[in-house]
């Protein structure tokens, strides 16, 4: 199967580095992996770009990597620096329309600052949505302050991608002791599904029928839950009852990537939890490998039709690429 769209590919900007304080970066990543993630995520022509081509991938939307905009403490600088790397992301895409899109960066410790750069990527620079990693500053996507940005991604028909972010809004005492529990291994896909959890339970879907949230990973351990969700909730007095059941929000608003799902089992039950339309293909390049993520979509037992509505077809129908 060729042509698949990968939703889920990091990217850096060096001068990004001397415009914000240093961020601290996880200290147990064998030196290895840290050589070769560090020297692929700024470059396209060198090794994205035919890394693309051996394995047909038709196109990357990217956006840029952890840590992103909203580890800056502040707002003035955060509203700077993602203007800086949107136009640095519109310029690779301008480059190469046929082969990039993008997910936009935004300043969301100045939520009225991240409605316009909202608007002005995606009328003006042409970005398919926005990314954001997890937390900003300890807030949450489900905050009175940010309904604004859920109005206009609804009212403009653009995603909002959420993926984890670092460092994290706090320190879990399960943690302690074993360090590789804390980032990709487990506790990032933990804290963002709580994120997605609060945003869902808000009633943001009931106010915003018409946005849509993606969560890559899977869905960040969230699929496999829904009939516990339904149950568990329907004993409770929640203080602002949603219009319907947890899980009938779940492929319809929130919609999974198959990023850093390398078992074709896997991506068959979550399609079969959330139907084919609500999944859609992603590597995350360059922490994961292109070969192997096309492998697993390819080795499932899914009707073609179904591989093919994954591989590119979402993307293409809800992306309007």
Known sequence: MNGYIALEEAIAFPGLASRRPPMPYPDNIHPDFVEHVLARLPDVAEFRLPDMDANGVAMQVLSLTVPGIETDPDPQRAVANARFVNDSLATIVDS???RFAAFAALP???????????????GRLGFKGVLVNDHIQGEYLDAPAFDQVWST?????????LHPGMPPADRWHVLNGHPELDGALWSWQATTGGHAMRILMSGVFDRHPAARMILGHGGEFLP???SRFDSRY????????LLRKPSEYFGTNVLA????ILAPAAIEALVHVIGADAVLFAIDYPYEQTDRAIAALDRTALPD????KIAFGNARRLLRL
Do not use: I
């Not at 991604?153 to 991608?161: I, R």
């Open 96 to 98: 190469h329309p046929t």
């Open 108 to 122: 969301f410790q100045d939520p009225d600052a991240a409605v316009d750069e909202l608007r002005r990527t995606v």
């Open 153 to 161: 991604l609804a009212e403009l028909d653009v995603p909002l991608y």
């Open 224 to 226: 496999f839950q829904l």
């Open 234 to 241: 329907a004993t409770l007095t929640a203080p602002n009852p």
């Open 257 to 260: 990537t198959t990023s850093g």
């Open 305 to 308: 039709g179904d591989k093919q």
